[in-house]
């Protein structure tokens, strides 16, 4: 049985972003998170984080970003090495992980305990992350 219907959601270019994402090889083709029965994959450009969905604990829409700090390629934060895939600064879906989850470099040594992605339904993507975490604990 599904705990969530398999769900994608492209990404909320904004002009700005556009041009600077290109050179870093996202694209609409190439940037979206998919939810399905039991596993998030966020794909930005050669960027990818996979985990479970048992391991998402906490969702919320933010919004607001600095454009320095988000335009181009994935984002690391030096602050608590959260994981930022943004095509615009106006919205996006702050998700926390239970464990920390590799996503910006090919080894797998970093892992990060949050991601953040500006898809184009942020209300639909934090809601079914909040049904699936209601349904297994926070």
């Known amino acids: 049985m599904a705990t ?36 998030l994959t966020a794909r930005f450009g050669p960027w990818r984080l996979t985990t479970e969905l048992d391991n998402v604990s906490g969702v919320q829409v933010t ?12 984002h690391l934060s030096m602050a608590d090495r959260g994981l930022t895939m943004a095509t615009n600064g106006d919205r996006g879906v702050c998700m926390t992980f239970r464990s920390p989850v590799p996503g910006i470099e090919p080894t797998g040594r970093l ?28």
């Open 4 to 39: 969530v219907p398999s769900r994608s959601y492209g990404f909320a270019f904004a002009p700005a972003y556009r041009l600077p994402a290109l050179l870093f090889g996202v694209t609409e083709r190439t940037a979206r998170v998919v939810l399905d029965e039991d596993r």
């Open 63 to 74: 919004g607001r970003f600095g454009y320095l700090k988000t335009v181009g390629p994935a």
């Open 111 to 138: 892992r990060h305990p949050g991601l953040t992605v500006t898809v184009t339904d942020c209300d639909g993507l934090a809601a079914a992350l909040a049904r699936h975490i209601g349904r297994h604990g926070a």
